[in-house]
């Protein structure tokens, strides 16, 4: 059973760079024709594609985010990470990391809540 | 950019009823590239239906999905308590790639 966890500082103050990783557990990130992505959810909204990572290190990004955004790979470490800059209150969110099967989450971590404050 | 309108906001159902969510895009979609999601609160969402009809493993058959084009609905066919929660659809578009939500449906208990 494919598990993930999402860890990272859950205060980041404006204008600096939220920094999360998701570690990969019951399965080798490696196998299988999967992508890893990330998602946000801000508090009592809807759900954000952020970006997409393949093994090989080919990334896709949401056009509104992608200026900012930077994910990437660690398949020595089994775990994926992103980096999203210049960060501003309207980027308070939970953030969840999931297996994509290309054109669909099947397995997604728990979330982490991020707040974006001075 | 696929717009993807779901309709009702809310739905007020008892234990035992049928329940029918609409997801409505802004342009046709591949029925392949069609997801409905289940989220309870301070839950991750959880996969229901990928590919506008086929349930995820280890999902209830009461859960069905339909559609095509831009039109796609879920169908849950004898609410059970643990199904009150928010509903969400998605779409993946490859040009650019993307994923985009729906609002969602929160399926409440009347």
Known sequence: ?118 | EIVLTQSPGTLSLSPGERATLSCRASQSVSSSYLAWYQQKPGQAPRLLIYGASSRATGIPDRFSGSGSGTDFTLTISRLEPEDFAVYYCQQYGSSPDLYTFGQGTKLEIK
């Open chain 1, 1 to 118: 059973q494919v598990q993930l966890q999402e860890s990272g500082p859950g205060l980041v103050k404006p204008s600096q760079t939220l920094s999360l990783t998701c570690t990969v557990s019951g399965g080798s990130i490696s196998s299988g024709s999967y992508y890893w992505s990330w998602i946000r959810q801000p508090a009592g909204k809807g759900l954000e594609w952020i970006g997409r990572i393949y093994t090989s290190g080919s990334t896709n990004y949401n056009p509104s985010l992608k200026s900012r955004v930077t994910i990437s790979v660690d398949t020595s470490k089994n775990q994926f990470s992103l980096k999203l800059s210049s960060v501003t209150a309207a980027d308070t969110a939970v953030y969840y990391c999931a297996r994509d099967f290309v054109w669909y989450f099947d397995y997604w971590g728990q979330g982490t809540l991020v707040t974006v404050s001075s």
